[in-house]
């Protein structure tokens, strides 16, 4: 689809734009039960199971991270501590983007709308958004739409908020499995992915790739 047609760019934000530290903090509460040469094997585990959770009916996203860390813990034998996933949870509105992402962004947003469509909760996404350094139309959670991504519903919260069909939108995403799976059965008119190392990438499924946000601005010609 030419850019003419492009109405809207949407985005996930968490790993896409802001960098999604939860590695980072998993590490630094669990060290002293997951020892260094474990600690990969858990975090495979933890994301694996993080996405189990946003498959079925909405809940709120600190129930999310709970539930995926008391499973990731059960399974690899490991004490679950109820605050270590309070802390997580705290920890996700002090995020900031990846250094990457601002003048890319804040260069797109003088051409066409931004649109956040993220699994994040109301109450920590504006935080992040506010780090990024552009404007953006509407910023969009799961919590609104009642759904997560990679769930249909949550995208159609998006077309029916903003007005327009899946074929006037842009969507970029570091993300096969919560993103461009989906935006590839909804034949969103445009399809980026962001080659952030968040999983492996498939042609099939009709994107443009792009190493960072850097070559965003020169898919959409500008």
């Known amino acids: 689809m030419p850019s003419a047609d492009i109405r809207f760019?949407?985005?996930?934000?968490?790993?896409?734009?802001?960098?999604?530290?939860?590695?980072?903090?998993?590490?630094?509460?669990?060290?002293?039960?997951?020892?260094?040469?474990?600690?990969?094997?858990?975090l495979e585990d933890f994301t694996a199971y993080r996405f189990d959770e946003v498959l079925g009916d909405w809940k709120p996203y600190p129930d999310v991270l709970h539930r995926a860390l008391e499973r990731t813990c059960?399974?690899?034998?490991?004490?679950?501590?109820?605050?270590d996933a309070?802390?997580?949870?705290?920890?996700?509105?002090?995020?900031?983007?990846?250094?990457?992402?601002?003048?890319?962004?804040?260069?797109?947003?003088?051409k066409l709308p931004l649109v956040i469509l993220s699994n994040a909760a109301d109450?920590?996404?504006h935080s992040n958004v506010d780090l990024l350094g552009a404007p953006f139309h509407a910023v969009l959670t799961a919590e609104q739409a009642r759904a997560y991504k990679p769930r249909l519903q949550a995208?159609?919260?998006?077309?029916?908020?903003?007005?327009?069909?899946?074929?006037?939108?842009?969507?970029?995403?570091?993300?096969?499995?919560?993103?461009?799976?989906?935006?590839?059965?909804?034949?969103?008119?445009?399809?980026?992915?962001?080659?952030?190392g968040h999983g492996p990438g498939n042609p099939a499924y009709g994107y443009q790739a792009i190493p960072d946000l850097g070559g965003l601005p020169g898919l959409l010609g500008l």
Not at 89 to 101: F, L, Q, R, Y
């Open 9 to 42: 760019v949407s985005f996930d934000c968490y790993g896409t734009l802001t960098n999604f530290r939860v590695g980072d903090v998993t590490r630094q509460r669990l060290a002293d039960r997951v020892s260094p040469a474990d600690m990969p094997a858990f």
């Open 74 to 83: 059960k399974r690899r034998g490991v004490a679950f501590r109820s605050e």
């Open 86 to 110: 309070d802390a997580i949870v705290e920890a996700v509105p002090s995020w900031g983007p990846h250094p990457d992402v601002p003048a890319p962004l804040a260069r797109v947003a003088e």
């Open 123 to 125: 109450s920590q996404i």
């Open 155 to 196: 995208f159609e919260y998006m077309f029916d908020t903003l007005g327009c069909g899946p074929e006037h939108f842009m969507h970029v995403s570091s993300s096969l499995r919560y993103d461009l799976m989906s935006a590839s059965d909804l034949r969103i008119g445009r399809r980026v992915f962001v080659e952030r």
